[in-house]
């Protein structure tokens, strides 16, 4: 079965750091884009981050650039989200997203999602 | 960066009834159109994608249309499970994609 299982979230003050940690089971995510979305409190969803299966290609949504870090290890079947300089407005349900392409991409597996809160 | 416009924000229905969802892009995203159902406390679940095309597993009574900057998803006959909100997303600019706003579905 394909699955994605995140970890890492709390609770972490304003200017604080988090590292968010997924893995794959069922599928190997070195064959995929992999990407990160968001869901504040009562919220609309958020796409975060995309990052390319050789780690050569990463993209941010604005609000995040220069804070945030995607990142992967294929080796692991892993993906990372480092998030540094965090607000209030960063709490969210975190979810690890695998995107596939079949003629367009689209995010077909997602996690279950980690929660932060910042505060 | 393209915006999407989701229409209603959200809307009540009767189970059997035929519901449409309106999603439009500011640019032409040819079929880069996805959509997403989302319930409370779980995983977003892809529906369509490619604008039209159902995604493996999903009930035949969701349906998918449009192209360039107006999209519509409908389900034909609504059904008690089918209460949650649902959002489009565009997946054509530059790795930087955007969701619109959802519609909340309610069961009348």
């Known amino acids: 079965e394909v699955n994605l299982v995140e970890s890492g979230g709390g609770l972490v003050q304003p200017g604080g750091s988090l590292r968010l940690s997924c893995t794959a089971s069922g599928f190997t995510i070195g064959d995929y884009w992999m990407s990160w979305v968001r869901q504040a409190p009562g919220k609309g969803l958020e796409w975060v981050a995309n990052?390319?299966?050789?780690?050569?290609?990463?993209y941010y949504v604005d609000s995040v650039k220069g804070r945030f870090i995607i990142s992967r290890d294929n080796a692991k079947n892993s993906l990372y989200l480092q998030m540094n300089s965090l607000r209030v407005d960063d709490t969210s349900v975190y979810y690890c997203?695998?995107?596939?392409?079949?003629?367009?991409?689209?995010?077909?597996?997602w996690g279950q999602g980690t929660t932060v809160t910042v505060s | 960066d393209i915006q999407m416009t989701q229409s209603p924000s959200s809307l009540s229905a009767s189970v059997g009834d035929r519901v449409t969802i309106a999603c439009r892009a500011t640019?032409?995203?040819?079929?880069?159109l996805n959509w997403y159902q989302k319930k409370p406390g779980e995983a977003p679940r892809l529906l369509i994608y490619a604008a039209s095309r159902l995604q493996s597993g999903v009930p035949s009574r969701f349906s998918g249309s449009g192209s360039g900057t107006f999209f519509t998803l409908t389900i034909s006959s609504l059904q008690p499970g089918d209460s949650a909100t649902y959002y489009c997303?565009?997946?054509?600019?530059?790795?930087?994609?955007?969701f619109g706003q959802g519609t909340k579905v309610e069961i009348q």
């Open positions: 990052i390319k299966q050789d780690s050569s290609e990463k």
């Open positions: 640019q032409n995203i040819a079929n880069y």
């Open positions: 997203v695998r995107i596939r392409y079949f003629g367009v991409p689209s995010q077909d597996v």
């Open positions: 997303q565009q997946t054509i600019g530059d790795l930087v994609w955007t």
